[in-house]
């Protein structure tokens, strides 16, 4: 049983919580992720490690309410336990030798992009942070952001806060004003990273995207999270989460990402139901 050490809304969808996992933070690294399971009977959830603490022994998540397991785990208050936490799972980001990147981050996607910023920051990399949202509501960890970034760029879809446009207009405009970047970090929806890694590819720029499919076991055996990497057959809980952008088949991976949408919004109308009958 793994204990809630803290829990804060960032937005009316996403939530921050800090969980008490000695094991998990001892060995965890940026770009990894956890799998968490809410009770004995819930479903298995990959969830990015959004920061971690070796002396305090805990690690943080961040997640959006999609589902009726990310709803389950949102009912949980401070001190209560959640009772599964694997990790570090997947293989950590690697950014030993960039001088200078640039690091996207596309709605509840920032909160993966966040820590690969800190890490390309701490070990003395120029940051360039682009964070992209629907509208100002929607906006997380701005100053988490602007504490690890050289520069930050916020850009909101309808210029309710930053810059209104989307994340490739920031991206072109830097690039096109001389920015020279050893390379692109992508993170967030299939179709952002999708036009991120079309633009880069246009002006020769190695881009990572960090991929998040459909997953079960995270050890490769269940072949939930495959993909399609350079013409071949590769799975994102061990071969990944991070891949060569220019390699990503994204339209595969946009169309098997929509298989069980109907299925989890089911699920998430039955898991509200069911809560709002416990509270009263």
Not at 158 to 170: F, Q, R
Not at 205 to 229: A, E, F, K, Q, Y
């Amino acid at each position: 049983m793994y204990k809630i050490l803290k829990k804060r809304s960032l937005n009316p969808t996403v939530t921050l919580m800090e969980v008490e996992a000695p094991f998990v933070a001892r060995k965890a690294q940026a770009g990894q992720f956890i799998i968490f399971r809410v009770d004995a009977q819930g479903e298995r959830i990959p969830l990015t490690i959004a920061d971690y603490n070796r002396e305090k022994g805990s690690v943080t998540i961040i997640f959006q309410i999609v589902g009726a397991a990310t709803q389950k785990l949102n009912a949980l208050e401070e001190g209560e336990f959640i009772h599964d936490f694997v990790g570090p799972l997947g293989t950590p980001s690697h950014v030993d030798g960039l001088k200078k990147v640039a690091v996207i981050g596309g709605g509840v996607g920032s909160a993966i992009a966040y820590p690969v910023a800190k890490k390309l920051h701490d070990q003395g990399t120029v940051v360039h942070t682009i964070a992209g949202f629907r509208n100002k509501d929607l906006v997380i960890l701005e100053d988490e952001f602007r504490a690890v970034s050289d520069k930050l760029i916020l850009m909101t879809d309808d210029g309710s806060y930053g810059e209104k446009g989307l994340v490739t207009d920031a991206l072109r405009s830097l690039i096109e004003a001389g920015e020279k970047y050893d390379e692109v970090i992508a993170i967030g929806p299939l179709v952002m990273m999708k036009f991120v890694s079309k633009l880069t590819k246009e002006y020769g720029i190695h881009t990572v995207v960090s991929m998040n499919p459909i997953m079960v076991d995270g050890t490769g055996m269940c072949g939930g999270c495959r993909l399609t990497v350079g013409g071949k057959t590769v799975f994102a809980c061990v071969d990944g989460p991070e891949f060569d952008a220019h390699q990503v088949d994204f339209d595969e991976a946009i169309s098997r990402s929509g298989v069980y949408k109907g299925f989890e919004r089911h699920a998430y109308e039955e898991s509200c139901r069911l809560l709002k009958k416990e509270v009263n």
